[in-house]
């Protein structure tokens, strides 16, 4: 028996906060607008689209963008206005549906295959969501629509910024077969670089090498990859699911010892600090308690070591301190080379609960 495809709508705000900083302060339109906290180690957390024009992006590190482009206004992030504004587009979403799975403050997926609001299609839902954020926020937002998530995701960058892409379920295959593999979910540099010695640059490429091929040289990950090259996908939108783990890491060109990592270690600190920042922001406040270092060794095997300090870290820095003290707990050999590190925060808890134990906490002490 056939089962009727689901409509997934992915929504994404254009420039999210650059484009909050740029509606609520009119000096700042038409101009490069850099979202990024001051110092050394800051990264980028927005840029508006005329920052990008000079190449600015975000997650780049802050002194880059300012050497990209000196003329670009540099803004602080006002998270407590990104998230009003995150809540209100959160409302709109809600009026078609309640399976909304956000994936940060300005970005969530919709399952509207069946809708609230009784609008003849899909595509009618993500124009209805589109015109009501406009009206009703002065902002913009792309959208894409497609009969699972991971499609519904690459729609919305088709048409960015202020547009909308609809893929049809009898579209999925012609669709993919020209995009490059890394548009696909989980193919990053290293994967990309991996496929790319394979002779597999494109989406028809992939398709063409057997599943078992696949599977045998990336293990489970070559089953989903050969899922992915036929458009398949069957995660569901799983509404308010809560973060387990957000991380950066990074792969080096030349394997480096465990002393020699402090400066990355710093580096991704700020990263993952800054994405916590805006994700954890997006739940109503959730709390990491838990520190992760995470390193790959030169002969592929992976270590973590996990850590939950009693003071939960407050800053990039502090972070950054936590990371590089777990390499303490690292027994291998001095001369052992690593290929990979990476800083997490796991251990999410509400700050509600959180606040309530630490204050016990202090009353038994
Ligand atoms: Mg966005």
């Not at 993919?176 to 490429?205: D, F, S, W």
């Not at 090259?229 to 973060?243: F, K």
């Not at 480096?256 to 997006?282: F, N, S, Y």
Request: hydrophobic share 40%; aromatic share 6%.
């Amino acid at each position: 028996m056939a089962v009727s495809p689901r409509k997934i709508v992915h929504v994404d705000m254009d420039a999210f906060y650059a484009s909050v900083e740029q509606r609520d302060d009119p000096a700042l339109r038409g101009r490069p607008v850099v979202v990024a906290w001051k110092g050394a180690r800051s990264v980028v957390c927005a840029a508006s689209y005329e920052a990008r024009r000079f190449g600015v992006h975000s997650a780049m590190p802050a002194l880059r963008a300012e050497r990209l482009c000196p003329q670009a206004v540099f803004v602080p992030p006002d998270f407590v206005r990104y998230k009003a504004v995150s809540r209100q587009v959160r409302e709109i979403f809600a009026r078609h549906t309640d399976l909304i799975e956000p994936l940060s403050l300005d970005e969530a997926y919709l399952d509207v295959t069946d809708c609230k609001t009784g609008l003849p299609s899909a595509t009618a839902v993500a124009e209805d969501i589109r015109t009501a954020i406009r009206v009703e926020t002065g902002l913009t937002a792309s959208a894409g629509v497609a009969p699972n998530k991971f499609l519904a995701k690459i729609a919305s960058d088709f048409r960015k910024p202020d547009g909308l892409f609809v893929v049809r379920p009898r579209e999925v295959l012609d669709f993919l077969e020209p995009l490059p593999v890394e548009r696909l979910p989980g193919v990053g540099k290293v994967m990309q670089q991996k496929l790319a010695e394979l002779g597999i640059a494109r989406v028809v490429e992939l398709r063409a090498v057997d599943a078992r091929e696949l599977e045998r040289r990336f293990g489970r990950y070559g089953r989903r990859l050969h899922e992915l090259s036929l458009g398949i996908d069957e995660r569901p939108v799983t509404p308010d699911r809560p973060t387990l783990q957000i991380s950066s890491e990074d792969t080096f060109e030349h394997d480096l010892t465990l002393q020699d990592l402090a400066p990355h270690i710093e580096r991704l600190a700020g990263k993952t600090w800054a994405a916590c920042e805006r994700e954890a922001a997006g739940e109503h406040g959730r709390i990491a308690r838990s520190v992760v270092l995470k390193l790959k060794t030169s002969d592929f095997r992976i270590l973590t070591r996990t850590t939950t300090p009693a003071e939960r870290p407050a800053s990039a820095r502090g972070l950054a301190e936590i990371a590089c003290m777990l390499r303490s707990r690292v027994s291998l050999p001095p001369r052992t080379r690593y290929r990979l590190v990476g800083v997490g925060l796991a251990g999410f808890v509400d700050r509600d609960s959180h606040e309530a134990q630490t204050e016990l906490f202090h009353r038994l002490a």
